[in-house]
């Protein structure tokens, strides 16, 4: 059996254990109370963590947004650009046909003025001509009133040769 010495010692050493536990017992009051402060300062910061990770999230979600958006104005803006330099490169080709058109119309305003200037040319001419047609045709035609007369007397002379060489009784072939 256990004899009384070992179990006062043990006693003892139950107490001081005991006495101990007391001692710490008293320190336990304010740790629980620091426990549960603690323990509400974690379900704040939990409930405040949990808040950020909202925040967190719906910002990565806006930030993926944007990200699409910049991704897709973007390629507009390159979809613009490429256009920009496709019509500045239409505009300079116009530019340079307008050019090439004005110098067309130049040309042909030079032609069309020598044309108008040598059918000034041809018009006065054709008048010159028309003009001494005209003298001609009325030359000709009193040549022509001329030349009628002339046979006119040359047939009376004849006529009255003839009728005269008739009456004498003498005819002269080719003798007129």
Do not use: W
């Amino acid at each position: 059996m256990v004899s009384a010495v070992d179990l006062y010692s043990e006693i003892g050493k139950l107490k001081e254990e005991v006495s101990a536990l007391q001692k710490q017992a008293v320190k336990v009051k304010p740790l629980e109370i620091e426990l549960k402060k603690m323990t509400q300062e974690m379900q704040y910061f939990k409930v405040e963590c949990e808040k950020e990770k909202a925040q967190k999230t719906k910002a990565e979600g806006l930030l993926n947004k944007e990200r699409e958006m910049k991704t897709k104005m973007k390629s507009t803006l390159d979809d613009i650009k490429k256009k920009m330099v496709a019509m500045e490169k239409k505009e300079a080709r116009l530019a340079l046909d307008a050019k090439f058109d004005q110098k067309a119309r130049e040309g042909q305003v030079k032609r069309a003025r020598i044309l108008e200037h040598n059918l000034t040319e041809v018009t006065h001419d054709n008048f010159l001509q028309t003009k001494l047609r005209k003298e001609a045709e009325n030359r000709a035609s009193y040549m022509d009133v001329n030349l009628q007369r002339e046979r006119s007397l040359r047939l009376q002379d004849i006529h009255s040769k003839v009728s005269v060489s008739k009456v004498k009784g003498v005819f002269i072939v080719g003798s007129f």
